[in-house]
């Protein structure tokens, strides 16, 4: 392996990183949580709290991922200080559907996923929102924020400006809930309008004021009946909160707009609710790769820069193991033709050349490219001695030797043939194969019999989705079709190299 470039002075750059996180961390109190890590669908949780106690506000961006002021205001609220009250940031609540910059994620539009689920098959979607269902009871208010086409005027103005239009609105279920067997009123309308005016006192054009949009989606002559199945309805109905949508137009282009507008909103509903806070600044410069952490083979990881190439010999394993830019969340590798859109902490055994894009949300932020290197000799090696592969072995000889898996939190290792316990409604991820030919670990495809993963295409590669075995599994896969064991089936080009076996117990 040789490397084309420059290599970054990486001892110095970390130590300047770690610094910052340091002094960050002594400013404000953030309990930060990440779900379905290293996945297309990772989940980042921040729970800010204030130095006097208060009210919480869950504030939720990229529900859908073709409204970017929405995610990029949202993550301006993750690391910021308050002085009294509590915030719960999801600056990127379906990553997926960001990454691909669509409404929809892997099966369809995730704000419309929070009514009440049947005992039919769940996916990966849904466990996103069964944890955001949870943040949800924990708070007193939500605050969704989106973007909306045209402007909504409950008049007739034009094709752009009519009350089907959702820009420039902050929309709510009802005018008056009444929470049931308390009697207790929540006066969302009042609030939304109390919201509305003070915001646009502070908003010199007139084009960009907010209007107030009442869905009544309660009523059986709604005509947003869809809006039953979502975040907000959940948040009124189940959890007894106030829940608004802010929706900014698609019409207003400039986006540092749009993210003042979202954040001016979101800064009225703190204060009408006691929460004190310093503003989160004005982050929008250009995303730039500073470099990437890669690890080749057992070695220790590097750094590479921008724009750097890395020759490699076949049967090379690379890992990335980081990405540090000029930001810090929302950042992705992606490995071409290889793996999913998020590929940090993945494995790939090289073959051929290709290159590592890096991305911050959907925006390409930097690269480096991967090549073939007929010509390696040891003095050339750059950062390390070459390993080489076992040449006794062929691919005839392949058999799974251990499967690695995690059991509600806890990781367990599985020896080929082997027989695991899991209870009946247990949270199952399979991790990774280990093979007797350690060039292939990663070329192995591994299927759950009874589970299907939420993606578009299914290549019954199961590895990394974290399964509900409560609910993703079908009965009828099961051995003997009793529900009780599922086996898991590892092949290599089609051909079975290895076998496990799963068992629910009660």
Same mark, same amino acid.
């Given at each position: 392996?040789?490397?084309?470039?420059?290599?970054?002075?990486?001892?110095?750059?970390?130590?300047?990183?770690?610094?910052?996180?340091?002094?960050?961390?002594?400013?404000?109190?953030?309990?930060?949580?990440? =779900?379905?890590?290293?996945?297309?669908?990772? !989940?980042?949780?921040?729970?800010?709290?204030?130095?006097?106690?208060?009210?919480?506000?869950?504030?939720? @961006? @990229?529900?859908?991922?073709?409204?970017?002021?929405?995610?990029? %205001?949202?993550?301006?609220? $993750?690391?910021?200080?308050?002085?009294?009250?509590?915030?719960?940031?999801?600056?990127?609540?379906?990553?997926?559907?960001?990454?691909?910059?669509?409404?929809?994620?892997?099966?369809?539009?995730?704000?419309?996923?929070?009514?009440?689920?049947?005992? @039919?098959? +769940?996916?990966?979607? *849904?466990?996103?929102?069964?944890?955001?269902?949870?943040?949800?009871?924990?708070?007193?208010?939500?605050?969704?924020?989106?973007?909306?086409?045209?402007?909504?005027?409950?008049?007739?103005?034009? *094709?752009?400006?009519?009350?089907?239009?959702?820009?420039?609105?902050?929309?709510?279920?009802?005018?008056?809930?009444?929470?049931?067997?308390?009697?207790?009123?929540?006066?969302?309308?009042?609030?939304?309008?109390?919201?509305?005016?003070?915001?646009?006192?502070?908003?010199?054009?007139? +084009?960009?004021?907010?209007?107030?949009?009442?869905?009544?989606?309660?009523?059986?002559?709604?005509?947003?009946?869809?809006? +039953?199945?979502?975040?907000?309805?959940?948040?009124?109905?189940?959890?007894?909160?106030?829940?608004?949508?802010?929706?900014?137009?698609?019409?207003?282009?400039?986006?540092?707009?749009?993210?003042?507008?979202?954040?001016?909103?979101?800064?009225?509903?703190?204060?009408?609710?006691?929460?004190?806070?310093?503003?989160?600044?004005?982050?929008?410069?250009?995303?730039?790769?500073?470099?990437?952490?890669?690890?080749?083979?057992?070695?220790?990881?590097?750094?590479?820069?921008? @724009? %750097?190439?890395?020759?490699?010999?076949?049967?090379?394993?690379?890992?990335?193991? *980081?990405?540090?830019?000029?930001?810090?969340?929302?950042?992705?590798?992606?490995? $071409?033709?290889?793996?999913? $859109?998020?590929?940090?902490?993945?494995?790939?055994? =090289?073959?051929?050349?290709?290159?590592?894009?890096?991305?911050?949300?959907?925006?390409?932020?930097?690269?480096? *490219?991967?090549?073939?290197?007929?010509?390696?000799?040891?003095?050339?090696?750059?950062?390390?001695? =070459?390993?080489?592969?076992?040449?006794?072995?062929?691919?005839?000889?392949?058999?799974?030797?251990?499967?690695?898996?995690?059991?509600?939190? $806890?990781?367990?290792? /599985?020896?080929?043939?082997?027989?695991?316990?899991?209870? %009946?409604?247990? &949270?199952?991820?399979?991790?990774?194969?280990?093979?007797?030919?350690?060039? !292939?670990?990663?070329? /192995?495809?591994?299927?759950?019999?009874? #589970?299907?993963?939420?993606?578009?295409?299914?290549?019954?590669?199961? !590895?990394? #989705?974290?399964?509900?075995?409560?609910?993703?599994?079908?009965?009828?896969?099961?051995?003997?079709?009793?529900?009780?064991?599922?086996?898991?089936? /590892?092949?290599?080009?089609?051909?079975?190299?290895? &076998?496990?076996?799963?068992?629910?117990?009660?």
């Amino acid at each position: 392996m040789k490397v084309f470039g420059t290599l970054c002075e990486i001892a110095v750059r970390i130590g300047v990183f770690f610094l910052c996180m340091a002094a960050s961390a002594a400013q404000a109190q953030i309990d930060h949580q990440v =779900f379905f890590a290293a996945t297309d669908h990772e !989940l980042n949780v921040y729970r800010i709290t204030g130095a006097e106690p208060g009210n919480t506000m869950m504030i939720i @961006g @990229g529900i859908q991922g073709d409204e970017p002021s929405g995610y990029i %205001t949202a993550d301006l609220y $993750a690391d910021i200080n308050l002085r009294k009250g509590n915030l719960i940031v999801i600056p990127r609540a379906n990553f997926y559907s960001i990454l691909s910059k669509s409404r929809n994620g892997a099966n369809g539009d995730m704000n419309r996923k929070f009514a009440e689920q049947g005992a @039919g098959q +769940r996916g990966l979607e *849904d466990e996103i929102v069964a944890v955001l269902k949870k943040l949800i009871n924990e708070s007193d208010v939500l605050v969704n924020l989106h973007e909306g086409s045209g402007f909504y005027n409950p008049q007739w103005v034009s *094709d752009d400006e009519n009350s089907k239009r959702y820009g420039q609105s902050i929309i709510y279920d009802t005018e008056i809930y009444i929470v049931p067997e308390t009697e207790r009123e929540i006066k969302l309308g009042l609030l939304a309008r109390t919201v509305a005016q003070e915001a646009n006192k502070r908003i010199a054009n007139p +084009r960009h004021h907010f209007r107030t949009n009442n869905h009544d989606t309660l009523s059986q002559s709604s005509k947003h009946t869809e809006q +039953r199945k979502s975040a907000s309805y959940f948040a009124l109905t189940k959890a007894n909160i106030p829940a608004f949508g802010i929706e900014i137009s698609k019409m207003i282009f400039d986006l540092e707009t749009k993210i003042r507008l979202h954040k001016l909103v979101v800064n009225v509903m703190m204060e009408e609710f006691g929460i004190e806070l310093d503003a989160p600044g004005r982050v929008l410069s250009e995303p730039k790769l500073d470099y990437l952490l890669v690890q080749v083979n057992q070695n220790h990881p590097f750094a590479l820069c921008d @724009g %750097t190439t890395l020759a490699l010999r076949s049967g090379d394993k690379v890992t990335v193991r *980081d990405v540090i830019a000029n930001y810090e969340r929302g950042l992705v590798a992606d490995i $071409a033709g290889f793996g999913k $859109a998020n590929d940090i902490d993945r494995t790939l055994s =090289f073959s051929q050349p290709t290159r590592i894009v890096v991305r911050k949300d959907s925006a390409v932020c930097g690269w480096i *490219d991967l090549a073939h290197d007929q010509t390696v000799r040891d003095e050339n090696m750059a950062v390390r001695d =070459f390993v080489s592969v076992e040449k006794s072995l062929s691919v005839a000889d392949l058999k799974a030797e251990s499967l690695s898996v995690t059991v509600n939190g $806890a990781p367990q290792l /599985v020896a080929n043939s082997g027989t695991f316990l899991v209870p %009946t409604g247990g &949270k199952l991820v399979l991790e990774k194969v280990k093979t007797n030919i350690d060039m !292939l670990n990663g070329e /192995v495809v591994v299927n759950l019999k009874g #589970f299907v993963p939420p993606r578009s295409v299914n290549d019954g590669n199961d !590895l990394n #989705f974290p399964i509900s075995l409560r609910h993703d599994l079908w009965q009828k896969y099961s051995e003997n079709g009793k529900g009780r064991r599922y086996p898991i089936i /590892v092949t290599y080009l089609d051909k079975p190299v290895g &076998k496990f076996m799963l068992e629910l117990v009660d």
